[in-house]
């Protein structure tokens, strides 16, 4: 079970954390993956983790203003997001692939989050 917290509104230019925690039955065979939807929009992936190593693998759009990170002591990941846009605002979910598959894709991971809207104001 994944359990996605953090969104709220913020200003152009802002920073928000989103963070994920991964309770119940987990692995350490997941890519934790943070994914967005705005309205109107297909859900794209944002960033994503490999729980075990730590590589991380970002969206060109977010490169450079977004991390990602992980803590196994906790089963948390967290995205902390910079430099906010208003293209950014959207319901972002946290999600874990299990199986294989490109990371880009969602249909590719097996659990969920329920959402947590980010809004940046211009």
């Known amino acids: 079970q994944l359990q996605a917290s953090g969104g709220g509104l913020v200003e152009a230019g802002g920073s928000l954390r989103l963070s994920c925690v991964a309770s119940?039955?987990?692995?350490?065979?997941?890519?934790m993956g943070w994914f967005r939807q705005a309205p109107g929009k297909e859900r794209e992936y944002v960033a994503g983790?490999?729980?075990?190593?730590?590589?991380?693998f970002y969206a060109d759009s977010v490169e450079g203003r977004f991390t990602i990170s992980r803590d196994n002591s906790k089963n948390t990941v967290d995205l902390q997001m910079n430099s906010l846009k208003p293209e950014d605002t959207a319901v972002y979910y946290c999600?874990?692939?299990?199986?294989?598959?490109?990371?880009?894709?969602?249909?590719?991971?097996?659990?969920w989050g329920q959402g947590t809207l980010v809004t940046v104001s211009s």
């Open positions: 999600a874990a692939r299990e199986f294989g598959g490109s990371v880009l894709a969602r249909g590719n991971y097996d659990y």
């Open positions: 119940g039955r987990t692995s350490s065979n997941y890519y």
């Open positions: 983790i490999n729980w075990r190593s730590g590589n991380t």
